[in-house]
């Protein structure tokens, strides 16, 4: 039985992935967050322990860190205007938070992390697929944020022994992201609210959708493995916006009203990412097309509304 901890584990990747430890079995998951944004009603409690903490806090993170083989590092200030807006709070969250975590991981002798990271804040507006070779130019301070998380794992891997990876996630998307921001969650809680969707630009920009259920089969492999280093995960596919909002048509049944404005400074326009190495070292093989994963995520969405509750399960 391997024991792990989930960082932010009570959000919408850090839910998926105590799900999917827990039904695939051999695993006893800890959760620990801070519940700014997920909450623990919306974990099996009767499965998962529950910390309640934050990462800046050394005292929080030893109560979840001891007895534990291995770490799912997802807690972070994931949004890239809120850190252009307040780096220093993006900062502490991210950089602070990392650091608190391998330090205690290396006192305390766990030996792996599997560490979430990004792909296009890190490497820039470059042009796609990006990869691993890459050299790093973000555009924001979320992306230098990360950049420096790869940079300490590598940096603790080397020095004592604390195996990492850092999973550069595309754009996640799937069901029990409802408080998520991201462009998926946002549209379609836009849609169930009669409202209109904001496209910043013209719609040609270009992002990689991969659905959680791939997503959290790859976490699994990384932390079964010895893969080390910065691993791009995505569908290997670019996708526009204007090719996303057909498909939420397709999917949703209705006509959408949306509004062009301006692009937004510090956000890439085109990325996507080439995933040959975690086909590689993971074994990772996506499965889930757009339209399937949409529509199950529409399908949630749909049922949460209807209950008025976050989580209809």
């Known amino acids: 039985m391997k024991n792990v901890l989930i960082t932010g584990g009570a959000g919408f990747i850090g839910r998926h992935v105590a799900a999917h430890l827990i039904d695939h079995g051999g695993y006893t998951v800890t959760a620990i967050d801070n519940e700014?944004?997920?909450?623990?009603?919306?974990?099996?409690?009767?499965?998962?322990?529950?910390?309640?903490?934050?990462?800046?806090?050394?005292?929080d993170l030893r109560s979840a860190l001891e007895g534990q083989d291995a770490v799912v590092h997802l807690a972070a200030d994931t949004r890239v205007m809120d850190s252009i807006e307040d780096p220093a709070t993006n900062f502490d969250n991210n950089v602070n938070g990392t650091f608190n975590l391998l330090q205690l991981c290396r006192e305390l002798g766990v030996g792996r992390v599997v560490a979430a990271s990004t792909g296009g804040?890190?490497?820039?507006?470059?042009?796609?697929?990006v990869h691993e070779e890459m050299a790093p130019h973000p555009t924001s301070p979320y992306g230098a944020s990360k950049l420096m998380l790869e940079g300490y794992?590598?940096?603790?891997?080397?020095?004592?022994?604390?195996?990492?990876?850092?999973?550069?996630?595309?754009?996640?998307?799937?069901?029990?992201?409802?408080?998520?921001?991201?462009?998926?969650?946002?549209?379609?809680?836009?849609?169930?609210?009669?409202?209109?969707?904001?496209?910043?630009?013209?719609?040609?920009?270009t992002r990689d959708y991969l659905y959680s259920g791939d997503l959290v089969v790859a976490i699994r492999s990384a932390i079964e493995g010895d893969a080390e280093g910065a691993i791009q995960l995505g569908t290997g596919r670019g996708t526009t916006l204007n090719e996303l909002l057909d498909v939420m048509r397709t999917v949703t049944g209705r006509e959408l009203d949306v509004r062009y404005e301006d692009f937004r400074a510090g956000e890439v326009r085109d990325t996507w990412c080439q995933i040959d190495k975690a086909r590689r070292v993971l074994g990772f093989d996506p499965t889930t097309g757009l339209e399937q994963g949409l529509r199950e995520t529409w399908q949630w969405f749909q049922a949460a509304a209807e209950q008025d509750d976050e989580d209809p399960a």
């Not at 799937?174 to 013209?202: C, M, N, Q, T, W």
């Open 36 to 59: 700014s944004l997920g909450d623990r009603k919306h974990l099996d409690l009767d499965r998962v322990r529950f910390v309640e903490g934050d990462l800046r806090s050394r005292e």
């Open 121 to 129: 804040a890190i490497l820039g507006d470059v042009e796609p697929p």
């Open 153 to 205: 794992l590598s940096a603790y891997a080397s020095s004592y022994g604390v195996s990492g990876c850092a999973l550069r996630f595309s754009n996640i998307y799937g069901p029990r992201s409802f408080h998520k921001g991201s462009v998926v969650a946002h549209f379609f809680k836009r849609i169930l609210a009669g409202e209109p969707l904001v496209v910043y630009g013209d719609g040609s920009q």
